[in-house]
């Protein structure tokens, strides 16, 4: 699994759950907070979505520091279980 395959299924996640919140094109840069309507219960569903996905967890402190979509593929591949 690549940092690339993890921001495109997040991509997918984000507009298959939240795409009303969704106001342009989605890139590494995307800064969630302020540049998509994404609001914190979207947030919330798309992280759990992309951790039970990767089989990730991402500790609660680390929640806050994210801010780009890039940052959510930082986050889901450090804290990816390694395949079995």
């Keep these: 699994m690549t940092r690339d395959d993890v921001i495109a299924r997040a991509k997918k996640v984000i507009m298959d759950n939240v795409p009303e919140m969704i106001t342009g094109e989605l890139t590494e840069e995307t800064r969630l907070n302020t540049e998509t309507h994404i609001d914190s219960m979207g947030f919330i569903l798309v992280m759990a979505k992309l951790e039970g996905e990767f089989n990730a967890h991402v500790p609660d402190e680390e929640w806050m520091k994210i801010v780009t979509l890039g ?10 279980e390694p395949a079995k």
């Design 71 to 80: 940052d959510v593929a930082d986050a889901i591949m450090r804290h990816m």
